[in-house]
Each structure stands twice: as structure tokens, then as C-alpha cells.
């Protein structure tokens, strides 16, 4: 089958599997604060040394991005900065009495919306306060935020790294003015740089740029441009997104622009395969679904050893035993159990104000879904994963086996009763074949969109 046939084929929607069971199969209500912490618990019992991983999520902006499916409040009030970090430390705080008391911070993320909206002293006085109630190892702890680059200060920069900090992820989107109007993203490319060298003059060692493929007006030469301006910077690290158009999830805040404005299907993926591409040539190893990494990044290291994960923040190179999101829509997860915290600011900081764990939403998994979470990792990591042959007389393989022989029949993927192995046709359909093994979409009716499409 030709590259457009597959295309048409299989560019359905699909969710992007930073977890599974996918968020919108998770129900309100259905865990409990208490149940979560019981789990919490729990997985520390079994493991009296797990290590965490802290999710900080910091929502406001000043302007919104059209492109954004992110989780945020629009504001030039900088009045709410202290209010909410208070609760956030507030949050933490209640989590103590079940940490043990040797539990090990070895990552620390902060993500948005946009962290770099909120002073200095704000930061350090957030930073501060969670180090206070856990011992860290800062030289030991990978801790990384998001910035905007035409929101981020040389005085920003340096107090996070005295912080500890040392990788910041810019986002950047496309340096094409005409893009960038559409999107309400202005920054010109000299912005970036200024930046992205102040970061590499106070001493950060890993810088990530954020790109994005699929806007409205791009082009093969347009985006070129963005590429190859990128590639002079030479961050370490540049992920590599495609837009999800999901306006009916995000209301109004994805129609700064119309439908016919996107590039299409085979015009889009022209756009990832050319910066594919260039990256590679420019000496840039392709990672995952979605990233690329300089040789020796540790982001690299870990996909050559095959130790890549993959959580709600994207690729990372370690997995930890326990992830805890602080703040607003922040999700936790150890591995058994997912918990979502309320998405309104105000309905967060309400509860939070009560004493009581802001969990709106969760997941219990059962061992069917425990399995499936592994296969799925396992493809979006490594793009390959395996099972014992006796666990096909199971009933829900067997139902995958047979979802996976259209794919087998095109070439996506190479299978046989223990192992399957996502073929190099097949990596830019790695979604398509999570979708095979995930339990909750078949024979699931949707009365509405739920995910952007695959390709």
C-alpha cells in the first residue's frame, strides 16, 4: 500500500497515550481522596524506598496561545502568583503523613500553562517550601521547567539554577511570522536566541525546544526555515509535536483560525517527515514518537539502553515508582492508580483551603489494563513489546491479535506468537498500533469527539 493509502487508512482519532486507560475513561467521582492516598500507601508498603517524582503545575498566562490544549487561566494579575503557590505547598503538605520519610525527589517538573509568569521570589518561595518537607539530593534530582521565551528573565533563569535547575524547555511552535499570527505566538527568532544563550551562559546543560507541526498556514518552506533556525541554536533536546485540533474539548480557544487553514493529512505529515529528516542530518537521534535528542543527552542514553518512559509530561529517562501533581488539573500516578486533581482554579484551591486532597477524578486499574499499560509503554518507548504464547488463549488477545492483522497485512508491524515490532513504515503509526491493544475503544460508542487524529 502506497504512504498516502495508509494515510487515509489509518489518520482516525486516537488519544496520544500518555497513560493508559486514557483520561477520558476515567470517571468523576470514582475515587475518593482517601482510596487514592490508601494507594499511595500502599505502593509505598511494597516498596519502603520508591522514588518520586513531583509534577508542579503552574496555569497561568498572560495571553492565550489558539494552539493550546493545555490547562491554564488567562491573566496580567500577578496578584494570584502567592495565593496559589500557598496552596500548592498547602497540597504538598497534606501528602506528608503517607510519604515515607525516605522517600527519594529524584524529578522535579514545572509545567503549564506558564511556570515563567511567576517572579523569582514566587519560584524560590515554592521551591523552598517543597524541599523543606522532603530531603533532596539536588546534584542527584533531574529538575526542569517550561518557559516562555518572551516571558522568561535572565533573573528568572539564574534563580532556578541556583534553585537546581538544569534543563528548561522553550516553547517556540514556528518562526514564521504568518503562523505565528494565527496562533497569537509572536516572538521573533532573535528573542529565542537571546535566551537560549543566556540559558547556556549561566550553565543549564540540557535545553529542550518545543516545536510544532500541522498549524494553520504552514508550509514545506516556512517550516524548513523554523527547522533549520532550531538546528543553528543546537539545543540538546527538540520535541517535535503534532497540533491536536480539538476545539470541541478547548471551546473557543482553538478557533483563532479555520479548519481549511490546516495543512491536510499527506501536506502534514510532509512537514514531519522533512524536519525528520533535517534533524537527523544535523546529527539529532529520533526518539520515541515524538522527540530528538543529541547524542549523550541523557534522554538519548536512556532510549539506547532501552530505559526510556513515557508519563504525562512526554519521554522521560527514568521511570519512577511514584508520580505526584501538585496544583491545578496536576494528575498523580503509582503505576496501579491514577488521580486527577479539580481543573478550575478556584474549585483547587476551595478544597485545598478545606484540608482535604483536590481529586476530582481517578483510576483504579485491574490486571487486564495492567497488562495492556505495559504493552502500550512498551511501543511508544521502544516500539516494540512481547508476552508469554500461553497468554494468547486469554480472550481480550485474541481480540488484539485480530486487530493487529490489518496492520500486519500493510507492514506497520512484524508479529509472531511472543513479539511484535513496529516496522520503519509503521513508526509513524505507533498510535494506530496502541489503539489495538486498548481495551476501552472497541465497541465504545462516543456521542462526541474525543482525540485529535493520528497522523
Same mark, same amino acid.
Given at each position: 500500500?502506497?504512504? $498516502?493509502?495508509?494515510?487515509?487508512? =489509518?489518520?482516525?482519532?486516537?488519544?496520544?497515550?500518555?497513560?493508559?486507560?486514557?483520561?477520558?475513561?476515567?470517571?468523576?467521582?470514582?475515587?475518593?481522596?482517601?482510596?487514592?492516598?490508601?494507594?499511595?500507601?500502599?505502593?509505598?508498603?511494597?516498596?519502603?524506598?520508591?522514588?518520586?517524582?513531583? &509534577?508542579?503545575?503552574?496555569?497561568?498566562?498572560?495571553?492565550?496561545?489558539?494552539?493550546?490544549?493545555?490547562?491554564?487561566?488567562?491573566?496580567?494579575?500577578?496578584?494570584?502568583?502567592?495565593?496559589?503557590?500557598?496552596?500548592?505547598?498547602?497540597?504538598?503538605?497534606? =501528602?506528608?503523613?503517607?510519604?515515607?520519610?525516605?522517600?527519594?525527589?529524584?524529578?522535579?517538573?514545572?509545567?503549564?500553562?506558564?511556570?515563567?509568569?511567576? %517572579?523569582?521570589?514566587?519560584?524560590?518561595?515554592?521551591?523552598?517550601?517543597?524541599?523543606?518537607?522532603?530531603?533532596?539530593?539536588?546534584?542527584?534530582?533531574?529538575?526542569?521547567?517550561?518557559?516562555?521565551?518572551?516571558?522568561?528573565?535572565?533573573?528568572?533563569?539564574?534563580?532556578?539554577?541556583?534553585?537546581?535547575?538544569?534543563?528548561? %524547555?522553550?516553547?517556540?511552535?514556528?518562526?514564521?511570522?504568518?503562523?505565528?499570527?494565527?496562533?497569537?505566538?509572536?516572538?521573533?527568532?532573535?528573542?529565542?536566541?537571546?535566551?537560549?544563550?543566556?540559558?547556556?551562559?549561566?550553565?543549564?546543560?540540557?535545553?529542550?525546544?518545543?516545536?510544532?507541526?500541522?498549524?494553520?498556514?504552514?508550509?514545506?518552506?516556512?517550516?524548513?526555515?523554523?527547522?533549520?533556525?532550531?538546528?543553528?541554536?543546537?539545543?540538546?533536546?527538540?520535541?517535535?509535536?503534532?497540533?491536536?485540533?480539538?476545539?470541541?474539548?478547548?471551546?473557543?480557544?482553538?478557533?483563532?483560525?479555520?479548519?481549511?487553514?490546516?495543512?491536510?493529512?499527506?501536506?502534514?505529515?510532509?512537514?514531519?517527515?522533512?524536519?525528520?529528516?533535517?534533524?537527523?542530518?544535523?546529527? =539529532?537521534?529520533? $526518539?520515541?514518537?515524538?522527540?530528538?535528542?543529541?547524542?549523550?543527552?541523557?534522554?538519548?542514553?536512556?532510549?539506547?539502553?532501552?530505559?526510556?518512559?513515557?508519563?504525562?509530561?512526554?519521554?522521560?529517562?527514568?521511570?519512577?515508582?511514584?508520580?505526584?501533581?501538585?496544583?491545578?488539573?496536576?494528575? %498523580?500516578?503509582?503505576?496501579?492508580?491514577?488521580?486527577?486533581?479539580?481543573? %478550575?482554579?478556584?474549585? &483547587?484551591?476551595?478544597?485545598?483551603?478545606?484540608?482535604?486532597?483536590?481529586?476530582?477524578?481517578?483510576?483504579?486499574?485491574?490486571?487486564?489494563?495492567?497488562?495492556?499499560?505495559?504493552?502500550?509503554?512498551?511501543?511508544?518507548?521502544?516500539?516494540?513489546?512481547?508476552?508469554?504464547?500461553?497468554?494468547?488463549?486469554?480472550?481480550?488477545?485474541?481480540?488484539?491479535?485480530?486487530?493487529?492483522?490489518?496492520?500486519?497485512?500493510?507492514?506497520?508491524?512484524?508479529?509472531?506468537?511472543?513479539?511484535?515490532?513496529?516496522?520503519?513504515?509503521?513508526?509513524?503509526?505507533?498510535?494506530?498500533?496502541?489503539?489495538?491493544?486498548?481495551?476501552?475503544?472497541?465497541?465504545?460508542?462516543?456521542?462526541?469527539?474525543?482525540?485529535?487524529?493520528?497522523?
Amino acid at each position: 500500500m502506497k504512504p $498516502i493509502e495508509l494515510i487515509r487508512k =489509518y489518520n482516525v482519532p486516537g488519544p496520544r497515550y500518555t497513560s493508559y486507560p486514557t483520561v477520558p475513561f476515567w470517571k468523576e467521582n470514582a475515587i475518593k481522596a482517601s482510596d487514592w492516598l490508601a494507594s499511595l500507601e500502599n505502593e509505598q508498603a511494597f516498596n519502603p524506598q520508591s522514588t518520586l517524582g513531583l &509534577y508542579v503545575h503552574l496555569p497561568y498566562c498572560e495571553s492565550l496561545c489558539t494552539f493550546c490544549g493545555c490547562h491554564k487561566r488567562i491573566t496580567k494579575n500577578h496578584a494570584v502568583e502567592l495565593p496559589y503557590v500557598e496552596s500548592v505547598l498547602q497540597e504538598w503538605a497534606l =501528602y506528608q503523613p503517607t510519604l515515607q520519610p525516605d522517600t527519594e525527589i529524584v524529578e522535579l517538573h514545572l509545567g503549564g500553562g506558564t511556570p515563567t509568569f511567576f %517572579s523569582p521570589e514566587t519560584l524560590t518561595k515554592l521551591i523552598e517550601g517543597i524541599f523543606q518537607l522532603k530531603n533532596i539530593n539536588r546534584e542527584k534530582c533531574d529538575l526542569s521547567f517550561e518557559a516562555h521565551p518572551n516571558s522568561t528573565t535572565h533573573t528568572q533563569l539564574e534563580t532556578l539554577y541556583k534553585l537546581g535547575f538544569r534543563r528548561v %524547555s522553550f516553547g517556540i511552535q514556528d518562526y514564521n511570522p504568518v503562523v505565528q499570527k494565527a496562533i497569537n505566538r509572536i516572538q521573533t527568532f532573535e528573542q529565542v536566541q537571546l535566551v537560549h544563550q543566556i540559558a547556556k551562559e549561566i550553565g543549564y546543560t540540557s535545553i529542550n525546544h518545543d516545536l510544532v507541526y500541522g498549524l494553520p498556514f504552514q508550509d514545506l518552506s516556512g517550516f524548513q526555515m523554523t527547522i533549520e533556525k532550531t538546528i543553528a541554536l543546537k539545543p540538546e533536546r527538540i520535541a517535535l509535536y503534532g497540533y491536536a485540533h480539538v476545539p470541541w474539548v478547548k471551546g473557543t480557544g482553538q478557533r483563532g483560525y479555520d479548519e481549511n487553514n490546516l495543512p491536510k493529512d499527506a501536506h502534514k505529515r510532509e512537514l514531519y517527515e522533512m524536519a525528520y529528516e533535517l534533524l537527523l542530518n544535523a546529527g =539529532y537521534i529520533a $526518539i520515541g514518537m515524538d522527540h530528538f535528542a543529541l547524542p549523550g543527552d541523557t534522554l538519548e542514553v536512556a532510549f539506547q539502553k532501552k530505559e526510556l518512559h513515557r508519563n504525562f509530561m512526554g519521554y522521560t529517562h527514568r521511570q519512577t515508582d511514584v508520580m505526584i501533581g501538585l496544583g491545578m488539573s496536576a494528575i %498523580s500516578d503509582t503505576w496501579r492508580a491514577f488521580a486527577q486533581n479539580e481543573k %478550575s482554579v478556584e474549585a &483547587y484551591q476551595e478544597q485545598i483551603s478545606k484540608g482535604e486532597l483536590a481529586i476530582f477524578r481517578g483510576h483504579f486499574l485491574n490486571n487486564e489494563e495492567l497488562l495492556i499499560r505495559r504493552h502500550i509503554l512498551d511501543l511508544m518507548c521502544h516500539f516494540e513489546t512481547q508476552w508469554h504464547s500461553e497468554l494468547l488463549k486469554e480472550g481480550f488477545y485474541q481480540q488484539i491479535q485480530e486487530r493487529l492483522a490489518p496492520l500486519a497485512k500493510d507492514g506497520l508491524i512484524e508479529i509472531d506468537t511472543t513479539h511484535l515490532r513496529i516496522t520503519n513504515t509503521g513508526f509513524a503509526f505507533v498510535r494506530n498500533v496502541c489503539m489495538a491493544f486498548d481495551l476501552d475503544l472497541h465497541g465504545h460508542h462516543f456521542d462526541k469527539p474525543i482525540f485529535s487524529a493520528t497522523i
